[in-house]
């Protein structure tokens, strides 16, 4: 039974390894840039892969941070006024419950960022945000739009997380904080927009998974929206491992009874 259970445990670890290659956008479904896009950000094969983790400019490196946004046009793309992309994720992205990853189960990062006071020990005293309407689909037809979360907003995202799939806790305040100081509250996650598939408007009942994603820029208004990538929330190791613990544990139980 013992001999089972690692066996068990390793097919289903390298199930759930193997079923997310790849935790980011995998294909452009579509892609139309309105007026007044940014000229010469118009690739949208740019937001496929992992968002930037650093820029560069004339031998000087650094990284992306929520004060330091992605500028380049081989990092964003310009979805201009009311333009908008479409992407395909190359596996289900599942619908966390709000106990793992605060139930956010994916991310969208541009390259909105915080502004910061050097009269002011650097601290934060504003934010550049230029917001798009997010919305998910399970067939790339039906989209359902995300209640009260934009791109290229809250939050902008920060290499120094170490990941690019990893959720960001509700509400961390930040103006005139030390830029440091909120990304310590980020606690492990790499900021980006935290969608909840569960706050898709006019479902009936939440979805379970989607694998498409379309981001709008909201036509009237000054700001123009930039993407830079896409990532599905993978759970914690350590989630995965109790999950499969406590099938391990059912399995066992019923084999007793
Ligand atoms: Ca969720
Ligand atoms: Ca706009
Ligand atoms: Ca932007």
């Keep these: 039974m013992r001999c089972q259970a690692v066996v068990f445990l390793m097919v289903m670890f390298m199930c759930c390894m193997i079923s997310k290659a790849t935790p980011y956008a995998d294909s452009v479904v579509n892609f139309s840039q309105g007026f007044g896009a940014e000229p010469n950000y118009n690739d949208p ?112 995202y920060t290499a120094s997380a170490g990941n690019f799939f990893h959720a960001t806790p509700a509400d961390v305040p930040y103006m005139n904080r030390l830029p440091g100081e909120v990304e310590a509250d980020f606690l492990g996650g790499c900021g980006g927009a935290q969608v909840d598939i569960s706050n898709a408007i006019g479902l009936s009942e939440p979805l379970d998974w989607i694998m498409y994603v379309r981001v709008t820029d909201i036509a009237d208004d000054s700001g123009i929206a930039d993407v830079a990538g896409f990532a599905d929330v993978v759970p914690e190791p350590a989630t995965i491992f109790a999950m499969l613990a406590g099938a391990v544990f059912l399995r066992r139980r019923k084999a007793e009874i």
Aim: hydrophobic share 40%; proline share 6%.
């Design 45 to 156: 094969s740019v937001v496929l892969g992992a968002p930037p983790a650093e820029d560069s400019y004339e031998g000087y490196t650094w990284p992306i941070s929520i004060t330091s946004a992605p500028y380049k046009e081989t990092d964003v793309v310009s979805l201009g006024n009311g333009g908008s992309i479409t992407i395909a994720f190359d596996h289900q992205v599942m619908n966390n419950p709000l106990d793992v990853e605060y139930g956010t189960d994916l991310l969208v990062f541009g390259n909105s960022f915080f502004a910061c006071d050097y009269e002011n020990e650097g601290r934060i005293a504003g934010a550049f945000f230029e917001p798009a309407k997010i919305e998910v689909s399970q067939d790339g037809v039906l989209f359902y739009e995300i209640a009260d979360t934009y791109a290229d907003a809250l939050y902008p």
